[in-house]
Every structure is written in structure tokens, then in C-alpha cells.
């Protein structure tokens, strides 16, 4: 199968495209991938490798104290940001977490779901401020739980990475290995801290960016209410993207719907060689 992607942009990657300056590689806005999903799953399929690093602390700032943030049992118990009723709470909710289907929460929002199980003030500040960066919206009361609950699953198994020589790693990884498949790629087309102005090297300002291209909200029911690789009443027409298909988060749902898309042409491709159907075209 004769496969050609075009990319309206002059360079592959878009919000996955690094820039480099003086040696330093700078993401476009700050960048993880949190490992065990979809996007983990092709990487390997692919063969692609990286190196990357895992942060061997994290740190919640609370009333201008800072305090190692409870991600394990070990720091949890040491920790003086919860309380003994905190802490007990926490490790119930987090016991229960490993038996929990995320999918039975796909129709609560993540402020409603926080609110239904947890009762002590601490914790509950705990899981919102975890909540917000996890789901990439303050919005808790639209987004469905199912992604927080997932997400949160996943991390306390699987380690997050941060991809050496920033995403744009990955992005040219997946370009040599398309074009060793046979692909043909046509590329065209605040106040942090105070004193951080004095530290500052280099800036990289874009006065605009969309950090994910839906958000599954509790009124569409999670996941499932994202629109299906398969254009509907418009044949051979396939969509893949962060905000197809129902798997997976920001790149794991890219990766998961890009492969859906590709075993649909697959497919396609040999039921064409019996039918004389015409060719499919794919937008992403």
C-alpha cells in the first residue's frame, strides 16, 4: 500500500516539535509521556527507542512551605503535608483505586467524583491539584473522571518519562521509520518565582497553542464520546487524532487512533484489491 502524508505545516511534529537554541532543546510547553498506554504500546510495535529521564522526587508547595509529594508509600507516611486521618483516607481511596473500572466514572465530572470520596479538606486539595495538570484543564466540573482515574491508575505502576533531547526525539523517529516502511512525507506547507527574569536564557513565546484537541467531558461519557476513526455515511474517509477513538489521553489516544486507522487501511486495502474501490484518504 502506497501511503503519502502531508503535513500543512514546514515541519513534522507540531505540538510534538522541539527547538533547539545554543545546544538546548526546548518543547513546545512542558511535555511527559506517561508510560503503560497506547502511546507505549506503538512505540514498541514501531521499535522505536529513547533515552529519557524519571524525576526522583516531587515536591507540593502549600502555604510557602514545600513538601515531598506523597507518590509512594514510603513518602507518604514521612510526609508532614497530611495529617495520620489524612493519610489513612488517602491509602483507602488509593486501595480502592486498583479495583475500580474507570469507565463506571466516564459520566461524573472529576470535581463531583473528588467530592463523592473523599471527606477531609487535605486530601481532597490533594487530588485537585493532582487532578489539573492530569486531565490539562481547570475545568474539573466538565472533565469526565474516567480520564483522571485512569491516569492516576496508570502512574502509580508505570513511571513517566521525560524524553532526552525533547519530543522532537520521538517525531523523528517515527519520520525515519515511516520512511523506511516506504512513506513519502511532504512537509510544506508570570510571576514564578521572583528573580527568574535575571536567570532567563532563552524564551520561547507562543501567544497561542491548543493543549489538547477535546477534552472528554462527563456530559458526552468520558472517552466514548470522542468520534470513531471511521467517518460515518462518508466512505473511505478515517480520522486520527488526540480527540479520536476511545482510548487513551493527548498522545496515547494519537497513537491509539492512528493505529485503528492503519489495520481499517489494512483491511480496506484488501477488500480494494477485490472490489476496485476507489483510493482512501486519511486526515489526522
Do not use: C
Request: aromatic fraction near 8%.
Amino acid at each position: 500500500m502506497a501511503v503519502t502524508l502531508f503535513e500543512q505545516a514546514s515541519h513534522l511534529g507540531g505540538r510534538a516539535a522541539a527547538q533547539s537554541h545554543d545546544g538546548f532543546w526546548f518543547n513546545r510547553g512542558i511535555h511527559a509521556l506517561y508510560t503503560g498506554g497506547a502511546a507505549s504500546e506503538v512505540l514498541a510495535e514501531l521499535g522505536i527507542r529513547y533515552l529519557y529521564g524519571i524525576p526522583r522526587a516531587s515536591f507540593m508547595l502549600q502555604r510557602h512551605g514545600l513538601y515531598p509529594f506523597p507518590a509512594s508509600p514510603l513518602t507518604l507516611l514521612g510526609t508532614r503535608l497530611l495529617s495520620a486521618s489524612d493519610k489513612l483516607e488517602l491509602l483507602r481511596l488509593l486501595a480502592g483505586l486498583w479495583r475500580m473500572d474507570p469507565r463506571q466514572v466516564a459520566h461524573t465530572s472529576v470535581q463531583d467524583w473528588v467530592e463523592g470520596v473523599v471527606r477531609r479538606p487535605p486530601v481532597r486539595q490533594l487530588l485537585i491539584a493532582l487532578a489539573r495538570p492530569f486531565v490539562y484543564s481547570a475545568a474539573l466540573d466538565l472533565v469526565s473522571a474516567e480520564v483522571f482515574v485512569a491516569k492516576l491508575q496508570r502512574t502509580l505502576t508505570h513511571p513517566i518519562h521525560y524524553i532526552d533531547g525533547g519530543w522532537q526525539t520521538l517525531v523523528e523517529a517515527l519520520r525515519r521509520t515511516a520512511e523506511a516502511a516506504g512513506a513519502h512525507l511532504i512537509a510544506s506547507s508570570g510571576t514564578v518565582q521572583p528573580g527568574w527574569h535575571d536567570l532567563l536564557v532563552k524564551r520561547v513565546y507562543l501567544p497561542r497553542i491548543e493543549a489538547v484537541g477535546m477534552l472528554p467531558t462527563a456530559q458526552g461519557g468520558g472517552f466514548a464520546g470522542r468520534p470513531e476513526p471511521e467517518v460515518p455515511n462518508l466512505a473511505n474517509l478515517y480520522l486520527a487524532g488526540d480527540w479520536i477513538g476511545g482510548e487513551g489521553f493527548l498522545a496515547d489516544a494519537s497513537l491509539a487512533s492512528a493505529r485503528q486507522v492503519a489495520q481499517l487501511l489494512v483491511a480496506h486495502d484488501w477488500r480494494a484489491l477485490q472490489t476496485h474501490e476507489q483510493p482512501v484518504l486519511v486526515t489526522s
